[in-house]
Every structure is written in structure tokens, then in C-alpha cells.
């Protein structure tokens, strides 16, 4: 109820479609697409935003919201969103007694009080549709405009707690615009399940952009970001073109051969993890350049290395949408790909699903001479999307109630689709059919049993801050690779699921950050180990 009340008594009055405002275009990061148009207007004692997305080309949904601030911090946040004839409305408001936070939909009430920091909102300032806060632009213009930077207390209002939050300058550099140069600092601002580019006008503190790898951008109108590039391609190294037809599925993508190499270079495939990857392991806004790194680096020394978009990405077809997608399906392609690039010795490097399907394939074409697997699980992918989702939760710091409850609503939802239930899903936030049967797929399929008759070399690297496939999966492939001398199992202190350093705050947070790199220990030790392997 006190939300209600201070909305109604002077908080600044919403923008609407059309107002005036600074506007801003929303673009979904994964797809590349823009999802809708955003307004944001400053206040006396805040700011107000208005949000418009467009599903499939039309307008789908609104949000408005109003933040209002004083030198304490956050001290209202209200939104309301609307779809259709649906509203829901959020709020938080902060007192001497603490923080109270109101959630209505329909004739549904539900109200929170307890006592919290004022700070920045976090995590639950969403920029369009979601379940839950809105005003995730306001937030962002105002921490832009505060100036905080470093190691700072933040609210959180799904654990109703503070997390810590750092903020960094990363670089500063001039923006192009419609009106010339803007001088601008590039922020990164993380909790641990949070990550976020911002980038902030040097001369009011303006928000210009503000990133999320796995959600929504929203960008000045007059702005125009840089573009990430790959580093250049070593001098002694070709790349060629590749193209794979098969069963109405287009695969495209190059091969990195060396320039100069006295007979048939043995043969490598690369082979995504579960995502919308790109031949050089990129996933929409999130950059790892892990395949072109290891490509780039096994044709200078010596090898012939396929990377290829997968099915629905990049140049590759069809389009995810238009074609059930099984685990089956994705070890078709790779044999696809091994025949497109001919020759009788090949080697297979797998990534996290990757890992899984390099050991199934080897296991059927005796031209395959040796496996790598990085962060390949050994156990069933139901066990491990389990554990994935405890781990994760858990380093966001969430309750051990709510775990626990997410993991039976996991496991109820698993045993579904293993039974062919899929009505008794709903919505499937995981894409319907096309997620049902992959599932399904996977959970029919038995890597221990992979892996135990497996008898060809294999280097199965395991990262120690892996939140998706547990480190724990090394003992599990050591004891099933046990009767194959061949068989290495490593695990790689302070690296993630990405392969990439991890400083402080294990968490999907440091996903986002823009300036990490593929561990240089990882690619070495993959080149070491495939160069010393006969064919």
C-alpha cells in the first residue's frame, strides 16, 4: 500500500507513447534483432521511461516506470507493464524502517516489508517484458549519473538483501553520432549473477548504452556503438570456405589451413556447445573467439580445422524455428562436416554439449583419431541441468528453499518430457517442441557408456569454476576412461565454463564482460596435446 500512496502523491508523471523524452532502440542481443523503442525522460526527482516491444513486427508490450531519487539513493521504484488487456504493476519504496515492495496483477495483491539499504536496484530493473521490476533504463541513467565507481553496496529485491556490486571504468574513447564525436567512458557493472556494459557521456554523464549479452541492448537513437573484431589471421594461415548440404540443413563456415604444409594436414572439427553458436564460438553478443582462437592456432601448427555456424545461425539454415533440433541431428552435422574436408585422420574438439557429442561420433567413424572434450559432461544431461541449476542459484546467492523447489519444479518438468507429457509443460520457456525433443534426445542417450568403450586417445579438460558442468564430472570421466591408457583428465584451476578467468564472484555475471579472453593455458595445452597425437 505505501507504493500506491506515494504514487499517487507527486511521483513525476509518466511518459506515454509519443512524449517527449531522449529515445532509445532495444535490440535482442542473442538475434541482433530490435525488439522495440524506449523514451526516457529526466525529472526534478528522477527519471520516467516508457518502453515499447515489438513481437513479430508489431507492438506486443509496454512498460512505464518512475524512479525517484535523493542523496540517500533509490527511494521509489514503480512500474507498470502492460500486454493486451494484462497489467501488472511493481514497486519498491524505502523509509527509515526500511524498504517495502508491492506486486499487483489483476486484482492480485502481494506486499513486502522489510528493513534493506537504499542503492542501486539490481538484477530486478528490467528493460521490457519480464516477470519482474521495470525501469532497468531509469536505474542505469541514474548510476551513470552518480558517478560510483568501485566495489559498492547494492539492493536486491528478489533476495530482498544487499549484494555487493562493482562498477569499472573499462576505457574511455570518443562515440560517433549524428552530431560528431562524443567523448565517452565505457562502464562495466556486475553482481554476481549480473553483467552490463554501459556507456556514459563524458559531459552530463548521459546514459548513451547500456548492453546485456543475454537480453535486451538499448542505445542512444543518435548513437553509434563500435563493432568487436576478431584479431587479425596469422600470415601462415588460409582460410578457406565450407559449405555442407545435407538433409535441407545448410552448414557454413571455414576451414583454417596452413599456408604452407608438406601433405595432407590431418583434419580437426569444432563442435559447439548447446546455444546459438557461430563458427568462431561466439553466441550473439556474447564473444569468447574461442573456435577461431583454436582454429587460428592448430593450422599454424599444422592442422586443417573446421568451424562452421551451427544450424540457424549466421550463414548457416534453416532457421532454429523451423526444424526440430535432437542430439542425433547435431552428430549428423558433424559427420557432414568431417566428410566436406575428406582425408582419413580426424581429430574432434567438443565444448560442454560439444564434449558430449565428440565421444558419440568417435565411437562411429574409425577416422576419427583422438577427442578433446572442454567441459564435456560425462553423466546424462538431466543430472547434470540439475546440478547446473543448484550451482547457479546458489552462487547468486539465493535462498536454500528456493533451490531446493526449483530443482523439484526442474525435475517434475524432465520427467515430462522424458514421458512425452509435453502438454503438461504450459508455456515451455525453454522454445517448445524444438527444446522437448532435444531434451528428449539427450536423455535417451548414455555418455558413461560412450566414454567406457571409447578407445581412442581422448583429453577431457574440466574447468574449477564451472557453474554448468560441475568440476566434480572429472572423477566421474576419470573412473569411465579408467581402461583407456590413452585417456587424460584434467582439471584447470580458476577457469569457467567459457574457459576464461575468473577473479571474484563465481556467477553468470561474469559472462558479460566484454574484455575476457579464452585462458591462454587452455589453448596451449589443446595444441600441445593434438600435436603430439599420430594419425
Same mark, same amino acid.
Given at each position: +500500500?505505501?507504493?500506491?500512496?506515494?504514487?499517487?502523491?507527486?511521483?513525476?508523471?509518466?511518459?506515454?507513447?509519443?512524449?517527449?523524452?531522449?529515445?532509445?532502440?532495444?535490440?535482442?542481443?542473442?538475434?541482433?534483432?530490435?525488439?522495440?523503442?524506449?523514451?526516457?525522460?529526466?525529472?526534478?526527482?528522477?527519471?520516467?521511461?516508457?518502453?515499447?516491444?515489438?513481437?513479430?513486427?508489431a507492438p506486443g508490450a509496454s512498460r512505464e516506470?518512475?524512479?525517484?531519487?535523493?542523496?540517500?539513493?533509490?527511494?521509489?521504484?514503480?512500474?507498470v507493464h502492460r500486454r493486451g488487456r494484462a497489467w501488472t504493476q511493481t514497486g519498491l519504496a524505502w523509509s527509515a524502517a526500511?524498504?517495502?515492495?508491492?506486486?499487483?496483477?489483476?486484482?492480485?495483491?502481494?506486499?513486502?516489508?522489510?528493513?534493506?539499504?537504499?542503492?542501486?536496484?539490481?538484477?530486478?530493473?528490467?528493460?521490457?517484458?519480464?516477470?519482474?521490476?521495470?525501469?532497468g533504463l531509469a536505474l542505469w541513467a541514474w548510476l551513470a549519473s552518480s558517478r560510483q565507481v568501485g566495489e559498492i553496496e547494492a539492493f536486491d529485491p528478489y533476495l530482498s538483501a544487499t549484494v555487493p556490486l562493482s562498477v569499472e571504468v573499462r576505457e574511455r574513447r570518443g562515440l560517433v553520432s549524428t552530431e560528431g564525436l562524443v567523448s565517452a567512458r565505457r562502464l562495466f557493472v556486475r553482481t554476481a549473477a549480473e553483467g552490463h556494459t554501459l556507456?556514459?557521456?563524458?559531459?552530463?554523464?548521459?546514459?548513451?548504452?547500456?548492453? %546485456?549479452?543475454?537480453?535486451?541492448?538499448?542505445?542512444?537513437?543518435?548513437?553509434?556503438?563500435?563493432?568487436?573484431?576478431?584479431?587479425?589471421?596469422?600470415?601462415?594461415?588460409?582460410?578457406?570456405?565450407?559449405?555442407?548440404?545435407?538433409?535441407?540443413?545448410?552448414?557454413?563456415? &571455414?576451414?583454417?589451413?596452413?599456408?604452407?604444409?608438406?601433405?595432407?594436414?590431418?583434419?580437426?572439427?569444432?563442435?559447439?556447445?548447446?546455444?546459438?553458436?557461430?563458427?568462431?564460438?561466439?553466441?550473439?553478443?556474447? %564473444?569468447?573467439?574461442?573456435?577461431?582462437?583454436?582454429?587460428?592456432?592448430?593450422?599454424?601448427?599444422?592442422?586443417?580445422?573446421?568451424?562452421?555456424?551451427?544450424?540457424?545461425?549466421?550463414?548457416?539454415?534453416?532457421?532454429?524455428?523451423?526444424?526440430?533440433?535432437?542430439?542425433?541431428?547435431?552428430?549428423?552435422?558433424?559427420?557432414a562436416v568431417q566428410d566436406a574436408v575428406g582425408g582419413g585422420c580426424h581429430f574432434l574438439v567438443g565444448h560442454s554439449e560439444g564434449? +558430449?557429442?565428440?565421444?558419440?561420433?568417435?565411437?562411429?567413424?574409425?577416422?576419427?583419431?583422438?577427442? &578433446? +572434450?572442454?567441459?564435456?559432461?560425462?553423466?546424462?544431461?538431466?543430472?547434470?541441468?540439475?546440478?547446473?541449476?543448484?550451482?547457479?542459484?546458489?552462487? %547468486?546467492?539465493?535462498?536454500?528453499?528456493?533451490?531446493?523447489?526449483?530443482?523439484?519444479?526442474?525435475?517434475? +518438468?524432465?520427467?515430462?518430457?522424458?514421458?512425452?507429457?509435453e502438454r503438461d509443460l504450459g508455456a515451455m520457456p525453454l522454445g517448445g517442441k524444438r527444446s522437448t525433443d532435444w531434451l528428449r534426445s539427450h536423455m535417451n542417450h548414455d555418455p558413461a557408456e560412450t566414454l567406457r568403450q571409447l578407445d581412442v586417445p581422448v583429453l577431457a579438460l574440466y574447468a574449477a569454476e564451472d557453474l554448468q558442468v560441475p568440476p566434480e564430472q572429472a572423477d566421474v570421466a576419470r573412473a569411465l576412461l579408467a581402461d583407456n591408457p590413452q585417456a587424460e583428465v584434467r582439471v584447470v584451476p580458476g577457469v569457467d565454463h567459457l574457459l576464461m578467468p575468473v577473479e571474484k564472484w563465481p556467477g553468470m555475471g561474469i559472462y558479460a564482460d566484454p574484455d575476457r579472453a579464452v585462458s591462454e593455458g587452455v589453448l596451449d595445452a589443446v595444441v600441445a596435446w593434438l600435436s603430439r597425437q599420430p594419425c
Amino acid at each position: +500500500m505505501l507504493l500506491l500512496l506515494l504514487a499517487a502523491c507527486g511521483a513525476p508523471e509518466r511518459l506515454g507513447p509519443g512524449d517527449a523524452g531522449v529515445r532509445y532502440t532495444l535490440y535482442e542481443t542473442l538475434r541482433d534483432e530490435v525488439a522495440g523503442q524506449a523514451r526516457l525522460l529526466r525529472t526534478d526527482d528522477g527519471w520516467s521511461e516508457w518502453i515499447e516491444l515489438d513481437v513479430d513486427g508489431a507492438p506486443g508490450a509496454s512498460r512505464e516506470a518512475t524512479l525517484r531519487v535523493d542523496e540517500g539513493g533509490v527511494r521509489a521504484l514503480d512500474a507498470v507493464h502492460r500486454r493486451g488487456r494484462a497489467w501488472t504493476q511493481t514497486g519498491l519504496a524505502w523509509s527509515a524502517a526500511g524498504f517495502a515492495v508491492t506486486h499487483r496483477r489483476g486484482l492480485a495483491l502481494r506486499h513486502v516489508a522489510a528493513e534493506g539499504p537504499r542503492g542501486a536496484v539490481v538484477e530486478g530493473g528490467d528493460i521490457g517484458e519480464g516477470p519482474g521490476f521495470g525501469g532497468g533504463l531509469a536505474l542505469w541513467a541514474w548510476l551513470a549519473s552518480s558517478r560510483q565507481v568501485g566495489e559498492i553496496e547494492a539492493f536486491d529485491p528478489y533476495l530482498s538483501a544487499t549484494v555487493p556490486l562493482s562498477v569499472e571504468v573499462r576505457e574511455r574513447r570518443g562515440l560517433v553520432s549524428t552530431e560528431g564525436l562524443v567523448s565517452a567512458r565505457r562502464l562495466f557493472v556486475r553482481t554476481a549473477a549480473e553483467g552490463h556494459t554501459l556507456w556514459v557521456a563524458e559531459a552530463d554523464d548521459a546514459l548513451l548504452a547500456v548492453d %546485456h549479452v543475454a537480453g535486451r541492448q538499448a542505445i542512444r537513437d543518435d548513437i553509434t556503438l563500435p563493432v568487436t573484431v576478431a584479431r587479425p589471421q596469422p600470415p601462415g594461415v588460409v582460410e578457406r570456405p565450407l559449405r555442407v548440404e545435407r538433409d535441407g540443413v545448410t552448414l557454413a563456415g &571455414v576451414v583454417d589451413t596452413p599456408r604452407e604444409v608438406d601433405g595432407p594436414p590431418p583434419r580437426v572439427v569444432l563442435i559447439h556447445g548447446s546455444g546459438p553458436g557461430d563458427r568462431d564460438g561466439n553466441f550473439g553478443a556474447l %564473444h569468447t573467439w574461442l573456435f577461431r582462437e583454436l582454429g587460428l592456432r592448430l593450422a599454424q601448427a599444422g592442422f586443417a580445422v573446421a568451424r562452421y555456424d551451427k544450424r540457424g545461425v549466421g550463414e548457416s539454415t534453416p532457421t532454429v524455428d523451423d526444424l526440430p533440433v535432437t542430439l542425433q541431428d547435431l552428430t549428423g552435422d558433424v559427420a557432414a562436416v568431417q566428410d566436406a574436408v575428406g582425408g582419413g585422420c580426424h581429430f574432434l574438439v567438443g565444448h560442454s554439449e560439444g564434449g +558430449m557429442i565428440a565421444p558419440l561420433r568417435a565411437s562411429q567413424d574409425p577416422r576419427v583419431k583422438g577427442v &578433446v +572434450m572442454l567441459g564435456g559432461p560425462a553423466a546424462a544431461l538431466d543430472r547434470i541441468l540439475l546440478d547446473q541449476l543448484r550451482l547457479i542459484l546458489a552462487a %547468486h546467492g539465493l535462498p536454500a528453499s528456493f533451490i531446493e523447489e526449483a530443482a523439484r519444479s526442474q525435475q517434475a +518438468m524432465l520427467r515430462s518430457v522424458a514421458a512425452g507429457r509435453e502438454r503438461d509443460l504450459g508455456a515451455m520457456p525453454l522454445g517448445g517442441k524444438r527444446s522437448t525433443d532435444w531434451l528428449r534426445s539427450h536423455m535417451n542417450h548414455d555418455p558413461a557408456e560412450t566414454l567406457r568403450q571409447l578407445d581412442v586417445p581422448v583429453l577431457a579438460l574440466y574447468a574449477a569454476e564451472d557453474l554448468q558442468v560441475p568440476p566434480e564430472q572429472a572423477d566421474v570421466a576419470r573412473a569411465l576412461l579408467a581402461d583407456n591408457p590413452q585417456a587424460e583428465v584434467r582439471v584447470v584451476p580458476g577457469v569457467d565454463h567459457l574457459l576464461m578467468p575468473v577473479e571474484k564472484w563465481p556467477g553468470m555475471g561474469i559472462y558479460a564482460d566484454p574484455d575476457r579472453a579464452v585462458s591462454e593455458g587452455v589453448l596451449d595445452a589443446v595444441v600441445a596435446w593434438l600435436s603430439r597425437q599420430p594419425c
